[in-house]
């Protein structure tokens, strides 16, 4: 029962088995390779349009060079309060960005586009104290399950382009936010007006494979230098490529993603039907947030759950009672329904 981290679960087997079968023979290094271009390729099919695609290792390396692509001195870079690239990134980003990263509040972990504005219009570009509004980054699925609709999407992009600020999509969960919406790729991307995509597929059952994705070529010219500065360019890059190509073989990123999100449809309609346990927010894609009886979390752990208490949040102190704990629950593609019920007999008991 393991429900701490998608991060947990391993590779897929048929991505697995694609690493395998590329593990003999000679290609072109630096993404150079048939491979690299076909993959890239396959991206462009599945955006509808023309993009640049630059493979990374991790999230955080996707996120913190996309954001230092569109960075100028003074910039000011701004995300949700609890988005991962300000709170669980060590400050990459700004690292890597020279950027600053400045804090929209926001109910069920989005930006709401009232308090962006006024953040946006707190920066002018003339502002050489305090510093200039250069970029906006978005999580999807965001930082606490929610999913941002296509509508709230185009709020954001609207007040991002009245400014001429670059918008940035941190898609660690994008599979699992794109099959909670029903929307195509193209739909929930450059057709809302996202300048920059970090896509990734690790966490949906590939072993290390995230890429950056520019749907304006024309935006990406600088990132073969940023990357390669960030030591991000990798030699055997084929082997990044080779986890993609199996990943989207006939829509098995879907695939994985819709099962996650099952998963946690599974969870969410149990802990609903609980005496005990209750939901903390509404979720839709396949993180679950539940408070439970301090009891049955320990129970659960002694029968060999793993998963996150959580912070409460501070706007909501009463959310928790004194003899009760939230948690994060995370499925996955590899999360079974015998999990799921192993879990909720917990609760039960």
């Not at 995509?197 to 290390?208: A, D, E, H, Y």
Request: net charge negative; proline share 5%; charged share 20%.
């Amino acid at each position: 029962m393991f429900f701490a981290s998608d991060n947990w679960a391993g590779a897929h087997k048929s991505i697995a088995e694609r690493l395998l079968a590329e593990s003999t023979g000679f290609a072109a290094a630096y993404g150079a390779g048939d491979l690299d271009k076909k993959v890239e390729a396959r991206f462009a099919e599945i955006f509808e349009r023309e993009v640049s695609v630059f493979f990374v290792a991790t999230g955080t390396a996707a996120n913190s060079l996309s954001l230092a692509s569109v960075q100028r001195p003074g910039g000011i870079a701004f995300c949700h309060t609890a988005a991962h690239v300000i709170a669980d990134e060590c400050g990459a980003p700004e690292f890597f960005s020279s950027a600053r990263l400045h804090g929209v509040p926001g109910q069920d972990g989005k930006i709401d586009p009232a308090k962006l504005a006024e953040k946006i219009a707190a920066f002018p570009q003339t502002a050489v104290m305090h510093g200039r509004a250069t970029a906006v980054t978005i999580t999807q699925a965001t930082e606490v399950g929610t999913v941002y609709s296509l509508a709230e999407i185009d709020e954001i992009a609207r007040i991002a382009k009245r400014d001429n600020l670059p918008l940035h999509m941190d898609g660690a969960r994008f599979a699992n936010a794109l099959v909670a919406l029903g929307a195509t790729p193209a739909e929930m991307t450059w057709k809302r007006g996202i300048d920059m995509l970090s896509f990734g597929g690790t966490k949906n059952g590939c072993w290390c494979a995230e890429a950056i994705v520019f749907f304006n070529p024309e935006q990406a010219k600088e990132m073969p230098f940023i990357r390669k500065r960030a030591a991000q360019l990798f030699s055997k890059s084929r082997f990044i490529a080779a986890q993609f190509d199996a990943y989207f073989q006939d829509g098995l990123w879907l695939d994985l993603a819709r099962h996650a999100n099952g998963m946690s449809d599974r969870l969410r309609a149990g802990i609903n039907a609980s005496n005990s346990a209750r939901l903390s927010w509404p979720t839709s894609a396949n993180e679950v947030f539940a408070v439970i009886p301090k009891s049955a979390a320990r129970n659960a752990v002694e029968r060999g759950a793993k998963f996150y208490e959580w912070p409460v949040p501070p706007a909501t102190p009463e959310l928790v009672g004194p003899d009760e704990t939230l948690i994060r629950l995370v499925t996955s593609f590899a999360t079974s329904e015998a999990d799921v019920d192993g879990f909720l007999d917990c609760l039960a008991a």
